[in-house]
């Protein structure tokens, strides 16, 4: 299977596609310098694949990349970074009572 990963807005999310269809996406808001990921929805058609942690993996590197701090609010984003704390822990912050009201609804 043949995947890709791609940043957009209007909502704010990394995509990931499976052979050229949308196979599902992590969900995220800039506040101050931090990306906040709070919703990560893979299609059911493609589950067992991996795909959550891929597009997990990708769009936290991405955010390193642009020199943002990450903040796990999605379950799946938090047990993704607790597993591999080795190489994320030095990335990532708390999430605030303040930023958590400032979230955007899940799509």
Same mark, same amino acid.
């Given at each position: 299977?043949?995947?890709?990963?791609?940043?957009?807005?209007?909502?704010?999310? /990394?995509?990931?596609?499976? $052979?050229?269809?949308?196979? @599902?996406?992590?969900?995220?808001?800039?506040?101050?310098? *931090?990306? =906040?990921? /709070?919703?990560?929805?893979? $299609?059911?058609?493609?589950? @067992?694949?991996?795909?959550?942690?891929?597009?997990?993996? *990708?769009? =936290?590197?991405?955010?390193?990349?642009?020199?943002?701090?990450?903040?796990?609010?999605?379950?799946?984003?938090?047990?993704?970074?607790?597993?591999?704390?080795?190489?994320?822990?030095?990335?990532?912050?708390?999430?605030?009572?303040?930023?958590?009201?400032?979230?955007?609804?899940?799509?």
């Amino acid at each position: 299977m043949e995947t890709s990963v791609t940043k957009q807005t209007g909502p704010d999310r /990394f995509v990931i596609t499976a $052979d050229g269809a949308a196979a @599902g996406f992590a969900q995220f808001f800039d506040h101050d310098g *931090r990306r =906040l990921f /709070f919703h990560t929805v893979v $299609d059911q058609q493609f589950s @067992g694949h991996g795909l959550a942690s891929e597009v997990i993996r *990708r769009a =936290l590197t991405a955010t390193r990349d642009e020199g943002m701090r990450i903040v796990a609010v999605c379950p799946l984003v938090k047990a993704y970074v607790e597993k591999h704390a080795d190489e994320w822990a030095a990335s990532v912050d708390r999430v605030t009572p303040a930023e958590l009201e400032l979230l955007p609804p899940k799509l």
